[in-house]
C-alpha cells in the first residue's frame, strides 16, 4: 500500500485542485490532503479564507480521489503529519518546488506543475470585476 500525502487550503474549490489530487492520488493507492486551517491561513497569508474550514474539509472529503483528511495546523509540522499518516511520497504544487526537500529522507518528494490560468486570487478578482 504505497500512500501519498499532499497539503493546502483548496479554498474556492476549482479544477487546478482537482487536477493536482487527482495526479497525485495516480502516483500511490491512496491520498491523504493536509487541510489547512482557518488560522493556518490566517498566518500564512495574512486573511481568512473565503470557503470556512468546515467547508472546505467537506468538500475534499467528498472526493472520490481523496481517502482521508485531516487538519493541517502548522507549516512546521509537516515531518510529524508524514510519520503519523505512514505516507511514501509528499506531492505539492510547484510553487513549493524545493520548498519540502529536507522530508527527502522521509519519503519521496514531488512537485506536480501547477495547473496554468487558474488560482483562487485570479477567480476572486474577476468576481470583483464583474459586480
Ligand atoms: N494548485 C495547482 N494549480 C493551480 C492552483 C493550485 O496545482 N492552478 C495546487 C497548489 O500548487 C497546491 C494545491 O493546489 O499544491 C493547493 O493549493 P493552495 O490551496 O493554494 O495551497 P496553499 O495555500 O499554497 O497551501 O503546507 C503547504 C500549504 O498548506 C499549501
Redesign the pocket.
Given at each position: 500500500m504505497r500512500t501519498v500525502i499532499?497539503?493546502?487550503?483548496?479554498?474556492v474549490f476549482?479544477?487546478?485542485?482537482l487536477?493536482?489530487?487527482k495526479?497525485?492520488r495516480s502516483l500511490g493507492d491512496r491520498l491523504i490532503v493536509?487541510?489547512?486551517t482557518d488560522a493556518?491561513?490566517y498566518k500564512?497569508?495574512g486573511r481568512y479564507p473565503i470557503y470556512k474550514e468546515e467547508d472546505r474539509l467537506a468538500i475534499l472529503s467528498g472526493l472520490s480521489c481523496v481517502n482521508g483528511i485531516f487538519r493541517?495546523e502548522s507549516?512546521e509540522w509537516?515531518g510529524q503529519y508524514i510519520r503519523e499518516h505512514k505516507a511514501d511520497v509528499l506531492?505539492?504544487?510547484?510553487?513549493?518546488s524545493g520548498?519540502?526537500d529536507c522530508y527527502r529522507d522521509l519519503c519521496e518528494v514531488v512537485?506536480?506543475?501547477?495547473?496554468?490560468?487558474?488560482?483562487?486570487t485570479e477567480i476572486l478578482a474577476g468576481i470583483r470585476a464583474a459586480s
Open positions: 499532499t497539503f493546502g487550503t483548496f479554498d476549482h479544477i487546478g485542485h487536477n493536482i489530487l495526479r497525485a493536509g487541510v489547512s493556518l491561513n500564512k497569508k493541517e507549516l509537516k506531492v505539492m504544487g510547484d510553487d513549493w520548498k519540502f512537485y506536480l506543475k501547477r495547473t496554468a490560468d487558474i488560482s483562487t
